[in-house]
């Protein structure tokens, strides 16, 4: 697990050298690095998320949880879930999010993002986010996630795989 932190935590989008194609332009290539880091912020949220789900019943058979209870797993991830969630969208808050291809691959993140937010804003830029990348990229998936993201914040404290699950739902975000 501790491999996995460091990689995520040790990685940057100019850490390796690429072969850029004539004609990009810097702007572009900035807009793939915002991408690229929300994707990071994203591995660290669905870590978290998918921890949470794998040791939910283990820790309930083990040791009722309490509100003080830390999940046993936190030693091992050096972002917490929460300072993900808020570095991805505070990514998002500050780009203007527009009709470059590059903003397509969004989906995944914003996703996972909505799916850990808490905060009525921060559901509220997800959301009008996704929307915006519906509407310029005519992304079919995305009225799913939408309707996913709706049921989980309507629905309390469920996990988003169980809702997955429970409607019979396949959801590609690639």
Same mark, same amino acid.
């Given at each position: 697990?501790? *491999?996995?932190?460091?990689?995520?935590?040790?990685?940057?989008?100019?850490?390796?050298?690429?072969?850029?194609? $004539?004609?990009?332009?810097?702007?572009?290539? !900035?807009? &793939?690095?915002?991408?690229?880091?929300? @994707?990071?912020? /994203?591995?660290?949220?669905? &870590?978290?998320?998918?921890?949470?789900?794998?040791?939910?019943?283990?820790?309930?058979?083990?040791?009722?949880? !309490?509100? *003080?209870?830390?999940?046993?797993? =936190? =030693?091992?991830?050096?972002?917490?879930?929460? /300072?993900?969630?808020?570095? #991805?969208?505070?990514?998002?808050?500050?780009? !203007?999010?527009?009709?470059?291809?590059?903003?397509?691959?969004?989906? @995944?993140?914003? @996703?996972?993002?909505?799916?850990?937010?808490?905060?009525? !804003?921060?559901? *509220?830029?997800? @959301?009008?986010? &996704?929307?915006?990348?519906?509407?310029?990229?005519?992304?079919? =998936?995305?009225?799913?996630? $939408?309707? #996913?993201?709706?049921?989980?914040?309507?629905?309390?404290?469920?996990?988003?795989?169980?809702? &997955?699950?429970?409607?019979?739902?396949?959801?590609?975000?690639?």
């Amino acid at each position: 697990m501790t *491999s996995r932190d460091t990689l995520l935590r040790n990685w940057t989008t100019t850490e390796t050298k690429h072969t850029i194609p $004539k004609g990009m332009t810097a702007a572009t290539i !900035s807009r &793939l690095h915002m991408v690229a880091d929300c @994707f990071r912020d /994203a591995a660290y949220i669905y &870590l978290h998320s998918i921890l949470a789900r794998i040791t939910q019943d283990i820790i309930i058979i083990i040791e009722p949880p !309490s509100p *003080s209870t830390r999940p046993p797993w =936190n =030693n091992l991830i050096s972002l917490p879930k929460a /300072a993900a969630v808020q570095r #991805l969208l505070q990514r998002i808050h500050t780009c !203007s999010i527009d009709d470059n291809c590059e903003y397509s691959a969004l989906t @995944f993140p914003l @996703f996972i993002a909505g799916c850990e937010s808490e905060t009525q !804003s921060d559901r *509220s830029l997800v @959301f009008q986010v &996704l929307t915006t990348l519906e509407v310029n990229f005519g992304i079919r =998936n995305v009225q799913r996630v $939408k309707e #996913l993201l709706g049921i989980l914040w309507r629905g309390g404290k469920s996990h988003w795989l169980d809702v &997955l699950e429970e409607l019979q739902w396949d959801l590609i975000l690639a």
